[in-house]
């Protein structure tokens, strides 16, 4: 018998995608499913994923509170949010009323709001204040099934206050049961204060920042978003060649609002995504997919900023680019912290199927992580991090759209979400 300390049972559908790096092309929507299905974990790892009948006969059930009934719900694994901006201060509420009303991005942004007014929010705000904050985000996210999460600074845009935000994502991250992956974007866009002479911003970036967040182990990744706002493809490459050869890992902001050429860049600085994509060209395609760089979509930021133009995903998942979701949380075009919103527009806005959108979510957002290998999908050997939702199978996560129904969430082999709401923190 398999020794077990937590098992899920009364499973109607298990749903996950299989394997330790991104699926592509007709793969990304091929799951396995299993009927009346049971789970056991040990020591935080999964060690069995069968029917329910074959776990009984195999498995030492472990007895009350450890033998979670899942009442007919639907297991999946827990989503992955490969794009978020999570250490923020200050909201935009208001920049959103005025954009309803009609005023453009780049009116907005003339007047001092956008991506500057977070940061003076940002800088005005104690570490302490950004922890609580972060934490709080964390909490919400996690609630909403979320059980890995990319995080990206960028609203310091100096070295104090960069690190004041990578500071208050790992305080924030530690001991919490969603897992963290930071991210360095400090060429997120040129800070006012540098805007006569942005080549000094550059040099800082390069010769300062960089070396000290590597020195101090506070990012995984560097970022940074190339735009007629924020940095050209040469800038760029200064940054993320830099970054690279210091030991980071890159991703970009890419092609977001203009076909900048951004996708090829990404290829060529064999980045681990490029995000956005809504204007990539054919040959940003072709170039992705040579390289394998994962195509991060973020539909709730394109419904957001209201913009025509949509990524091409089904072009992307022909070409064989590993295609994942994210919901690119930021308090200006994305103030939304829940993958649920980002899985249902990517089916009913980019025509992913609702099983390809759950490997985008999970697993291939996992591989844009370099965690496929630990997380992403429910198999034996891998971190228990899954989740059961009150709906009967997996189509209704998307079918009955804007409704939660986040049952329980298994993160790390532990209980973190019990019946909806955060269960008391286990001994460590
Ligand atoms: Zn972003």
Redesign the pocket.
Known sequence: MIPADLAVVGISELATPEGRSARTGPDLGRLRTIRDAGIAVRDGAIVFVGSERELREAVEVPPGDATIDARGGTVVPGFVDA?T?LPFAGWREQEFARRLMGATYAEIAAEGGGILSTVAATRRASRDELIALASERLDAMLAAGTTLAEA?SGYGLDLANEIKQLEAIRIAASGHPLRVVPTFLGAHTVPAERRADRGRYLDELVGTMIPEIVGRRLAVYADA?VDARAFSIAEARRVLGAAREAGLGVRL?ADQLADDGAAALAAELGAASA??LEHVSGGGIEALAGAGTVAIL?PA?RLFLMQEAKPPARRLIDAGVPVALAT?F?PGTAPCEAMGPTLELASLTLGLSVDEALTAATLNAAHALGLAGETGSIEVGKRADFVVHAVPNRHHLVYRFGVRRVETVVAGGRVAIRRGVRAPRDRT
């Open positions: 794009h901006h990206k978003f902001h995000d956005h973020l930021a690119d930021n």
